[in-house]
């Protein structure tokens, strides 16, 4: 694990994984597609796909199933997911709305960095009666950047939009993926994984492994 060595006075947050449960629903929809059109798309896979850009995700498919019309079937695969989430919602993590109302308390400075669109942001969070916009102090989405995670690009421009120093800045991510972004931007990272497991770069990169939201809390206290 490494170790903060900086006051931390800001703390950044992905979305899907991160705050609301959304990845169980895109897991759940790659089931249906995979029996459809006979491919695999695993976790393996999925995890490869975690913060890209559409066109990236879509390149990477035709070139692993040259059988299937990818950008189709990825985008088939973006609406089963999508319409599970707008019939039935999607849940927060937990103990986010007590890990948010502790660091506005504490005036931490807060920020969104995540691969879905401002669109998607804002109605993930309408239907938990939250604001996204109420709740932090810049967002950058997928629109916003020319290359999704793990390139660094995204938490750049988050932490340029936030004027905060790369290392005063704390991280919450559920992914590799994007717990790569995070630290090759140069910020400290906190890893809550959801459907895909720290990889060994994630156990010598990140500050702390944690089980759950409460668990970051507690943490961000102890660097106090």
């Known amino acids: 694990m490494k170790k903060i060595k900086n006051e931390i006075k800001c703390v950044v947050f992905d979305m899907d994984g991160t705050i609301i449960d959304s990845e169980i629903i895109w897991a759940n929809a790659a ?14 896979l999925r995890l490869l796909f975690c913060g890209r850009k559409k066109e990236n995700v879509v ?20 609406n089963m997911a999508k319409k599970e989430m707008d019939c039935k919602g999607v849940s927060l993590k937990r103990g986010f709305k007590n890990l ?34 109420a709740i932090f102090d810049k967002i950058i989405t997928i629109e916003q950047v020319k290359k999704g995670k793990p390139n660094p ?21 559920d992914s590799p993926n994007g717990a790569k ?38 943490y961000i206290k102890t660097l106090n």
């Open 153 to 173: 690009e995204i938490y750049k421009k988050l932490i340029k939009a936030l004027g905060v120093k790369a290392k005063n800045c704390l991280c919450v991510e």
């Open 31 to 44: 089931i249906i597609i995979n029996k459809k059109y006979n491919i695999n798309l695993d976790n393996d």
């Open 100 to 133: 948010i109302n502790y660091l506005k308390k504490q005036n931490y400075k807060l920020g969104l960095a995540t691969g879905s669109s401002k669109a998607t942001v804002d109605k993930c969070f309408k239907s938990n009666s939250l604001s996204a916009d």
């Open 59 to 78: 390149r990477i498919m035709q070139k692993k199933f040259p059988n299937i019309d990818a950008a189709s079937v990825r985008q088939e695969w973006s």
């Open 181 to 218: 972004s995070a630290w090759k931007a140069g910020l400290n990272v906190v890893l809550v994984p959801d459907v895909f497991p720290p990889t060994k770069q994630c156990q010598r990169k990140c500050c702390a492994i944690l089980k759950d939201l409460n668990e970051v809390k507690a």
